[in-house]
Nanobody
Framework: QVQLVESGGGLVQSGGSLRLSCAAS????????MAWYRQGPGKQRELVAS???????NYEDSVKGRFTISKGDAKNTVNLTMDSLKPEDTGVYYC??????????WGQGTRVTVSS
């Protein structure tokens, strides 16, 4: 079973920055897509950003211009750099990965709290 391990969450003031990282437990095969989802308090889980193995990125409208998704140096790793954070960015952020638009693997989640 492939595991995704996230790191980098925490508490930050509005306007601040955080960087999330995620690494898959296997490099035997390459994930076609790696992504970050989030679930805010009382909200449904939503896609924040995704990146394909070819480097094509996609962002949820509210984070465009503030968040950057990038592939890590190691195979099957992904980062999410979050700038100009807002209280509405608060939530649990999940790393996801797989071979199509529907993730096959999920991380346990890392909490991001943005105080006003």
């Amino acid at each position: 079973q492939v595991q995704l391990v996230e790191s980098g969450g925490g508490l930050v003031q509005s306007g601040g920055s955080l960087r999330l990282s995620c690494a898959a437990s296997t490099t035997f095969f390459r994930m076609n897509i790696m992504a970050w989802y989030r679930q805010g308090p009382g909200k449904q889980r939503e896609l924040v950003a995704s990146i394909t193995s070819g480097g094509t990125t996609n962002y949820e409208d509210s984070v465009k211009g503030r968040f950057t998704i990038s592939k890590g140096d190691a195979k099957n790793t992904v980062n999410l750099t979050m700038d100009s954070l807002k209280p509405e960015d608060t939530g649990v952020y999940y790393c996801a990965a797989g071979f199509s638009l529907v993730p096959s693997f999920w991380g346990q989640g890392t909490r991001v709290t943005v105080s006003s």
